[in-house]
């Protein structure tokens, strides 16, 4: 769920979500928490953490940025948003965050665009295990969305990758449109192939115990109406990897701008 204080600030929005969630079977929310209206949210949060529980749904605090990756102030900014949702948590203890879900995105930034180009892939693991650490030691779980292009490292890089975080979000959007004239069979095909692929490639050569699971994100404009079959397609498709953890829905507030 992106912009999280607008919609939070929405009558019975939590309510809203908690319903949303039920009706889709979705056990778990990523929330975005800009750290400049965190101080606004905070009053807001413990009640929507208190129904998503209640609702045995677990939530994690979405925090976003394109150039975290960077050591010096960019990694220390993402560092101290952590911290804030770690103390967060420490006051407010019945109504905790699950765990930190992280879209750093330093793909986007011009020197690293190009298909091969991982040149930014330590610095952003050196990231990740920083947050890793950070949520650890407080008990939380930490995700982090990743490209399908830093799936095509070499096995030292997707080693490195898929040993930072416990868990990754593999952002596999735009593979199909509901406009491009297909049926819903070639869809569901084209899906099935991709995501075994993916897959493959993710783990080879890998057999380190301590590897990310990883969960597969499919975008509402993508699909419209056929993207509850997709996330079907992806569950029959990937039930019995070991590494499958399972789908993932973008976004909350597609759903609420067709509505």
Known sequence: MWKTPTVLATLNSEEALR???RSKG????YVSIPSREFKVLENRLPK???????????IEALLDSIDADKPGKPR???LDHVKSILQFNQRHPADRFDGIHLDIEPHQRAENKGAG???CLPDLVATLR???SLAEESGMMTNADIPNKFLKGDISERRMLLTSVQRVTLMLYELNSPTDGKSTTDMI????KFSDNYFEMAYAGLSEPNLAKMSIALRTPDYLELLPEMLKT???NHQTDPHYLGWAQHSYNDYLQAR
């Open 19 to 21: 319903d949303f969630c």
């Open 26 to 29: 979705i056990n778990e929310v």
């Open 48 to 58: 929507l953490i208190n129904l998503l529980h209640e609702a045995n749904i677990s």
């Open 76 to 78: 220390e900014a993402m």
């Open 117 to 119: 180009n991982l040149k």
């Open 130 to 132: 920083a947050v890793r």
């Open 189 to 192: 095909e084209k899906l099935r």
């Open 234 to 236: 992806l569950d029959r």
